[in-house]
């Protein structure tokens, strides 16, 4: 049987890869519908970084023994395991993306930019002011390896939140309090 510590990054590999495939697929999808920077596909890859998690630590979880133990801090590293190498494997994508199949979808994104802040009420030059500052770190070196920091980030939240639920203890609440009065 595995060692529990190569049984960790094996999941959390494994499961970084399909959550990272799926949400490559999902922007594929998007991006082919001309949807690519519609709000709901936001929502649709922390929907998939969250299913990521959560799937990778209940298979974990179950592939423990009956004596081993998935406490919190094990659960949010396996979650942020997960999404790192997620992350990394769609930091490469979105460089791909930006750097050789459109090259355009920059200039689109600060397009939009200006748009926003034109409707927001800034006057024309600081709106421009303002793009020209975005337009020298909108590159796309950059843009995935921000893609690899925001993924990073929805992943710890995500985990938080997850790792509250998928722990497991070796025994019960009851015994445990049982077992400590009996050591006194």
């Known amino acids: 049987m595995e060692t529990s510590k190569s049984l960790f990054w094996n999941k959390a590999m494994f499961w970084g890869f399909i959550t990272a495939l799926a949400s490559m697929l999902a922007t594929t999808v998007f991006y082919s519908t001309d949807q690519f920077f519609a709000k709901p596909r936001t929502w649709v890859e922390i929907g998939i970084i969250a299913a990521g998690i959560v799937i990778c630590g209940i298979l974990y979880r179950q592939s423990l023994s009956e004596k081993e133990s998935f406490t919190y801090p094990r659960a949010l590293g396996l979650g ?24 355009e979808l920059i200039t689109e994104m600060l397009a939009q930019s200006e748009e926003v802040l034109l409707n927001s009420g800034l006057s024309e030059d600081m709106v421009e002011q303002q793009i020209e500052m975005s337009s020298k770190f909108m590159n796309p070196a950059i843009m995935s390896v921000s893609t690899i920091f925001s993924y990073l980030f929805y992943g710890f939240i995500i985990s938080l939140i997850t790792s509250i639920f998928l722990k497991k203890k070796q025994q019960d609440g009851f015994s445990e309090a049982m077992s400590e009065l009996d050591e006194e």
């Not at 190498?85 to 090259?103: H, Q, T, W």
């Open 80 to 103: 942020m395991a997960t999404v790192l190498f997620s992350s990394l494997i769609l930091g490469v994508f979105y460089f791909v993306l930006y750097k050789f199949i459109d090259p």
